[in-house]
């Protein structure tokens, strides 16, 4: 099924094959393509409750909804895209999905640990080929992708370039010195800037460009807005109720890098 077909067998490596509703392995592994329509690939024991849980991941459909990544999407479709694009850490898919539609003859691809937010992903986004897998061992063929995208998520560079065919890129969003820094200074007395620009080993980088948006939100949005950052979770509890459901106004920043994989 073409829906999958950059996907290999997590247990001995080789090409998965649609098989009734599984995917299998000419060794006999298989992995049930689940009623939602995805495929957990994560081998043996390891868990994959890991990652989001459906709270995350509901408060960051809502927020996604209401065109959180807008302009991150409109900037990345500025790319050529052809081919096969792979989004890990996608959660609940809503970068791919939203990508899909504006490049119907590309192939996309979504992967998380978290099992929860690829069934929410799966079940909205169709044409989308969603697995659970960890981004530190991709269930992936060598070389089988174009574009690797990693918004937000941990980043494993030598896996990522493993995976890309020649020439491939890599595009790696992370916040800007200015990300949410109105909710970041309600929440905490000292505010840390973000990190950016590091290098990245076996990539080669085109292009970083900070991409901008002001995101207003009150009511039930604004309090998914904070269940979703990692301030929620991390700040105090006290701070957190002062200014449930206020509403907001913040400032966004995706720092945009796009980098070319070396020979
Ligand atoms: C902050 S969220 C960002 C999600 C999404 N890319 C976005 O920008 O909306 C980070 C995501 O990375 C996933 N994640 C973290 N470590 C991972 C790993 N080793 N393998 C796969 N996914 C991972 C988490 O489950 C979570 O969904
Ligand atoms: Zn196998």
Redesign the pocket.
């Known amino acids: 099924m073409e829906k999958f077909a950059v996907y290999i067998c997590p247990k001995c490596g080789k090409k998965l094959y649609l098989n009734g509703g599984s995917l299998c392995c000419e060794e006999g592994h298989c992995y049930d393509v689940s009623s939602a329509g995805y495929v957990n690939l994560v081998a043996g024991s390891h868990r994959t409750g890991?990652?989001?849980g459906d709270f995350?991941?509901a408060a960051?459909e809502k927020i996604?909804d209401a065109g959180y990544?807008r302009k991150l999407c409109d900037r990345i479709a500025r790319e050529d895209i052809s081919g096969r694009f792979l989004?890990?850490?996608?959660?609940?898919g809503?970068?791919p999905g939203q990508l899909k539609a504006a490049f119907p003859n590309a192939e996309f691809y979504g992967?998380?640990?978290?099992k929860f937010?690829i069934k929410h992903a799966a079940k909205r986004y169709k044409d989308v080929g969603f697995a659970v897998?960890?981004?530190?061992k991709l269930p992936v063929a060598s070389g089988s992708v174009d574009w690797l995208?990693?918004?937000?998520?941990?980043i494993?560079p030598e896996e990522f370039s493993r995976v890309l065919a020649a020439g491939g890129r890599f595009i790696r969003?992370t916040p800007g010195r200015e990300h949410l820094i109105e909710l970041r200074r309600k929440l905490y007395d000292e505010v840390r800037e973000n990190e950016t620009g590091s290098t990245v080993k076996g990539f080669t980088r085109l292009s970083s460009e900070s991409v901008r948006d002001v995101f207003r939100a009150e009511g039930e949005l604004s309090e998914a807005l904070i269940g979703?950052t990692?301030y929620g979770v991390r700040s105090s509890k006290a701070r957190r109720e002062a200014i449930k459901g206020e509403p907001i106004e913040v400032t966004l920043e995706f720092i945009v890098e796009i980098f070319k994989k070396e020979e």
């Open positions: 890991g990652g989001d995350a991941v960051r996604m990544y989004d890990v850490g996608t959660a609940d809503s970068l992967t998380d640990l978290s937010a897998a960890n981004s530190a995208s990693a918004v937000f998520t941990t494993f969003v979703m990692p």
